[in-house]
């Protein structure tokens, strides 16, 4: 397993070891001891949520508040995603900067985003099965979001923004400096 950190303090991209032959691939997803271990840190994910959305489909950016914060290891089962990712963490030197990766099926890549992190996908291609790990449990009262397009966060999509899909939720968060 190859682990990068980005620019992100925290923020980690997770490249496993692919073992391909003839018959097809192998690789292990997670290994909970082994994933410690690479990033410093004990993570207890406790819930899987998983998502499928067409070409163009926009979530989020979504985020958990206080002690309801959730650290997410976001892969991809099938298809492309642009994956984003914002630092919320005021007291942090990277606060306010994103990060911006392609995740696919083919390469495997993980994103390991910290808690105080807000989480935004774009699918790239026709079709997309997201897998994410959450080391806490939902709470919709804890729920918050920003919108995608942000000009405080000037976040370039992948997508030209006639052809986003974003649910109605999503088009009604607010913008980055009124949240």
Sequence with gaps: MKVTETKLKGCFIIEPTIYKDERGYFFESYNHKDFCEVIGQEVNFVQDNQSYSRKGVLRGFHFQKGEHAQAKLVSVLDGRIQDVVVD????????????????????????????????????LSDTASVLYKCDNYYNPGAEG?????????????????????????????PKYLEH
């Design 88 to 123: 919320l963490r005021k007291d942090s030197p990277t606060f306010a900067q994103h990060f911006s990766i392609e995740l696919n099926n083919d390469n495997k890549k993980q994103l390991f985003v910290p808690r105080g992190f807000a989480h935004g996908f774009l699918t």
């Design 145 to 173: 979001g920003i919108h995608f397009n942000s000009p405080e966060l000037n976040i370039e999509w992948w997508i030209g923004p006639n052809d986003l899909l974003l649910s109605e939720k999503d088009k009604n968060l």
